[in-house]
């Protein structure tokens, strides 16, 4: 499979790239007789992938391809996935079918219908192209069953936010641009919108996002608040707020560390620890105690001030949010923990 490196970093193809991909190589083989050694796509900004088939399967009336997704350099829980498509005549127009592996929708707010398989917009418009293509080479007319299936993908969908945005069975079949870049922030965001527009579609007016796995079951137990009201966060407290100001929900919690939401108390809509550090003098003039200038972490910061910094970190935070984002008639709280999982600080509840 080509790859094209970004700086030190490989980038690689999103699972829809791929199915498309596979499909245009059963197509060939489905309607000319025999199967590519090698196939290219376009991708939407133009770029032209080829991908080697890792699995090439046929008899009467079908074709199936499979092709390994290489996600190059970025941590994608489905690199290494084998992305199986199987074509065969359908009785009129293009039919998307999840096979063993691909999820089903079953919440509304997703860009799919419910009952539909998590096969996204563009990978759908993508793989219609190359249905297209295919028939116009060889005299065909574009009735096509495209049934996408990923081995262990059921599996794999439990390290995604499939589960929790109501896509039920494996993972989705993804990608806008057809490239996954390294460690880009674009797809974490993207599942936090999808989280919202879920939430708002199910009429929920409480959502959470919370900074990490420990504040978000203190937060959902705390308010008793369903899975698919708890966003993943994570550290894009801006991707989150700013959607959240298109599309509002009547309350809003925000939860996390000391570390954490001393950073949005300052300021930081981005909250990783490469991308914002806590002004510890700020934070010693915010708590009235000096030694805090000379803390390393907010942690220990915390050990140095006590329950009074927290306190006025919640505070602070609450005020940073609502002065940037309280004119869409949300309401906001926050929630402050230790390390151990106990409150130690809220505001505005």
Request: aromatic share 4%; hydrophobic share 45%.
């Amino acid at each position: 499979m080509s790859r094209k490196p970004i700086g030190e970093l490989r980038r690689g193809w999103t699972t829809g790239a791929c199915a498309t991909a596979a499909t245009k190589a059963a197509l060939i083989r489905l309607w000319g007789g025999a199967f590519p050694d090698e196939v290219g796509i376009v991708l939407p900004k133009g770029e032209t992938p080829v991908f080697s088939l890792a699995l090439a399967e046929a008899g009467q009336g079908w074709a199936q391809v499979g092709i390994t997704k290489d996600a190059g350099d970025d941590p994608d829980v489905t690199h290494g996935a084998l992305i199986v498509v199987k074509v065969s005549p359908s009785e009129g127009g293009i039919v998307f079918v999840a096979g063993d592996g691909v999820g089903t929708v079953t919440k509304a707010g997703l860009p799919i219908g419910v009952g539909e398989p998590a096969i996204n917009p563009v990978p759908r418009q993508m793989m219609q192209s190359v249905v297209d293509e295919v028939a116009a080479q060889f005299g065909r007319i574009s009735n096509v069953r495209i049934e996408i299936s990923v081995p262990g993908g059921q599996e794999l969908a439990l390290k995604t936010w499939n589960p929790r945005l109501g896509i039920e069975g494996g993972i989705s079949i993804l990608g806008t641009t057809g490239v996954v870049r390294p460690f880009s922030c674009a797809a974490w965001i993207a599942s936090i919108h999808r989280g919202i527009d879920v939430a708002r579609a199910d009429g929920l007016t409480h959502v959470a996002g919370c900074t990490g796995a420990t504040s978000e079951k203190v937060v959902q137990a705390l308010y008793d608040l369903p899975d698919h009201a708890m966003l993943d966060m994570g550290d894009f407290a801006g991707g989150m707020l700013k959607y959240l100001e298109k599309h509002p929900v009547p309350r809003v919690t925000i939860g996390g560390g000391i570390g954490k939401m001393t950073k949005l108390a300052q300021g930081a809509m981005d909250l990783h620890s490469g991308r914002s550090q806590v002004d510890f003098a700020a934070l010693a003039k915010l708590a009235g105690v000096l030694e805090v200038a000379d803390a390393n972490t907010g942690l220990e910061a915390y050990e140095m001030a006590g329950a009074p910094l927290a306190e006025a970190v919640s505070k602070q935070a609450l005020k940073v949010v609502e002065d940037r984002f309280g004119g869409c008639g949300m309401r906001f709280d926050i929630v402050v923990i230790d390390r151990a999982g106990g409150i130690i600080a809220r505001a505005g509840v």
